[in-house]
């Protein structure tokens, strides 16, 4: 029996490149990133990075994620570009930068024991950007948890990311099974 050969979108919990691509598209739709500084929170390999190579000319970029073996790889193949860092860290116990947008896709998509974690996260998340929070989140109407992965209600979120400011985007067009919410400083 041959081993399945598993590509780099895989390898980090994604279905597919398409599906990852799908929602770094969601985030392009609703923030520009030239000339902006961006953390990505849980960057594993950097895609995103490279996928606003494709879209922006100018842009700074910091990666954070747990998984050393991502960072690794990550510094690797981004290790001849300037204005572009990667640090292995748990963003959840961290102190984050001060930047213009912070970017989590996938992150807030894992369990935890802890009943506020995703509200406490968002607003961390959210302190840390001066300019703008975009996330993404399973849909709990169509996605159905389980003992690693969580789905949210999108409405649930919607309103505490109100609470946090009055200028919050949601956008659920692009898959069926997710969500994308900005947040933007007044």
């Excluded at 990667?86 to 024991?113: E, M």
């Excluded at 974690?117 to 849909?139: G, H, Q, R, S, W």
Aim: glycine share 4%; hydrophobic share 35%; proline share 1%.
């Amino acid at each position: 029996m041959k081993n399945k050969q598993y590509s780099n979108a895989e390898k980090q919990g994604w279905t597919s490149k398409k599906v990852q691509e799908l929602r770094f598209e969601a985030f392009c739709e609703l923030v520009d990133f030239n000339n902006k500084a961006v953390l990505d929170v849980g960057c594993g390999y950097g895609d995103f990075k490279a996928y606003l190579d494709k879209e922006y000319k100018r842009f700074d970029y910091i990666g954070i994620d747990q998984q050393t073996e991502f960072i690794e790889e990550a510094r690797t193949r981004f290790k001849e570009e300037q204005g572009v860092w990667f640090y292995n860290t748990d963003f959840s116990v961290c102190q984050l930068p001060n930047i213009a947008i912070v970017i989590a896709s996938g992150v807030l998509s894992y369990r935890s024991k802890k009943e506020e974690y995703y509200k406490t996260m968002i607003a961390k998340l959210f302190n840390a950007a001066e300019e703008t929070l975009v996330f993404n989140m399973l849909d709990d109407q169509k996605f159905p948890s389980g003992e690693l992965i969580i789905a949210h209600n999108k409405h649930s979120i919607l309103e505490y990311c109100k609470s946090l400011s009055d200028d919050v985007i949601v956008k659920d067009d692009y898959m069926d099974i997710d969500f994308t919410i900005c947040i933007n400083k007044m």
